[in-house]
């Protein structure tokens, strides 16, 4: 398996526009996570998905920003519209969902960054 | 709510010491703790995963060890190589009421130096 594949690897954009990331997890893996990366924040948690369902989007900013996976092998993360406080870098992962003992597998990342 | 910290946030060591790295969190109601490397500009790359009922896991030169009713994690490098400079960091589940989510430290940023 190729991994998680996030595209594009890079995106620079102007404050607001609609942004649109998006991520193909591994394939058999029902658990999907987007984190956003910042220095002055780390790794935090936007939102997660079983089985293509929204199990907690509590670390979803604001309604500006918003998810969706219409299939197992598929997701987005969109913005709109963008502000430069939203660049960072957005990860995309997976990991098998059951049994919860398993490793989860990230993408190379999305930097964004909005001017 | 989990809190994970890692010490140092930075670290400069000269190449062939042996290191460690510490993580802690505030709940111990976790399920698996993982440790990842983050290269600049890269995506995460999983180390070591050790479970809640494991005292430690070993994989080559790393050897990660949990301490559950402690909160804390240490991931042991032997003999450290410039090629080990990057970014350590560490996560933690909890248990299945709590999701399957990581919550991630901050990071040691470790730098080998010839």
């Known amino acids: 398996d190729a991994g998680v594949i996030q595209s594009p690897r890079h995106e620079v954009t102007e404050m607001g526009q609609e942004v649109t990331l998006r991520c193909k997890p591994i394939s058999g893996h029902n658990s999907l996570f987007w984190y956003r990366q910042t220095m002055m924040r780390g790794l935090e948690l936007l939102i997660y998905?079983?089985?293509?369902?929204?199990?907690?989007d509590s670390g979803m900013p604001e309604d500006r920003f918003s998810a969706k996976m219409p299939n197992a092998s598929f997701s987005t993360l969109k913005i709109q519209p963008s502000e430069p406080r939203d660049s960072a870098v957005y990860f995309c992962a997976s990991n098998p969902g059951q049994p919860m003992n398993t490793e989860a597998f990230f993408g190379q990342g999305t930097r964004l960054t909005v001017v | 709510k989990q809190e994970v910290t890692q010490i140092p946030a930075a670290l400069s060591v000269p190449e062939g010491e042996n290191l460690v790295l510490n993580c802690s969190f505030t709940d111990s109601a976790i399920y698996n703790l993982q440790w990842f490397r983050q290269d600049p500009g890269k995506g995460l790359t999983s180390l070591l995963l050790?479970?809640?009922?494991?005292r430690e896991q070993t994989s080559g030169r790393l050897n990660a060890s949990l301490d559950k009713s402690s909160g804390r994690s240490t991931l042991y490098i032997a003999a450290s190589q410039p090629g080990d400079s990057a970014t350590y960091l560490c996560?933690?589940?909890?248990?299945?009421?709590?999701?399957?989510?990581?919550?991630f430290g901050t990071g040691t940023q470790l730098k080998v130096e010839l």
């Open positions: 996560a933690v589940r909890r248990t299945a009421g709590g999701g399957n989510k990581l919550t």
């Open positions: 998905f079983n089985n293509n369902v929204p199990i907690d």
């Open positions: 050790i479970q809640s009922s494991q």
